[in-house]
Nanobody
Framework: QVQLVESGGGSVQSGGSLRLSCTAS????????MGWFRQAPGKEREGVAT???????MYAASVKGRFTISQDNAKNTLYLQMNSLKPEDTAMYYC????????????????????RGQGTQVTVSS
């Protein structure tokens, strides 16, 4: 069973920064496609950033240049560094993993991951 545990959400003002963390098992971390997606009330899921086992990353256009996805293999932890936050970034953020190894663009477009964490709320005020 894949377990993903997020932390690091909160409330910030526009222009601020937050870092989300997600821990997973070593096996998951090293073999699954990992990523973050978000969902705001009344809106569809939106893929935010993805990273594969080789460390290749992709970002949604809406966050590119502001968010950075990274992983620490020694700690089995996935991160999402979010800078220059905007009110439209407000959403529940989910860490996600998938064993099927589709492309990063597929996961960004569909947010179709097999597993996700419980979510962490990010609220950005203007």
């Amino acid at each position: 069973q894949v377990q993903l545990v997020e932390s690091g959400g909160g409330s910030v003002q526009s222009g601020g920064s937050l870092r989300l963390s997600c821990t997973a098992s070593e096996y998951t971390f090293r073999t699954y496609y990992m990523g973050w997606f978000r969902q705001a009330p009344g809106k569809e899921r939106e893929g935010v950033a993805t990273i594969n086992a080789a460390g290749s990353t992709m970002y949604a256009a809406s966050v590119k240049g502001r968010f950075t996805i990274s992983q620490d293999n020694a700690k089995n932890t996935l991160y999402l560094q979010m800078n220059s936050l905007k009110p439209e970034d407000t959403a529940m953020y989910y860490c996600a993993a998938d064993p099927r190894k589709y492309s990063g663009s597929y996961y960004l477009r569909s947010a179709d991951f097999s597993y996700r964490g419980q979510g962490t709320q990010v609220t950005v005020s203007s």
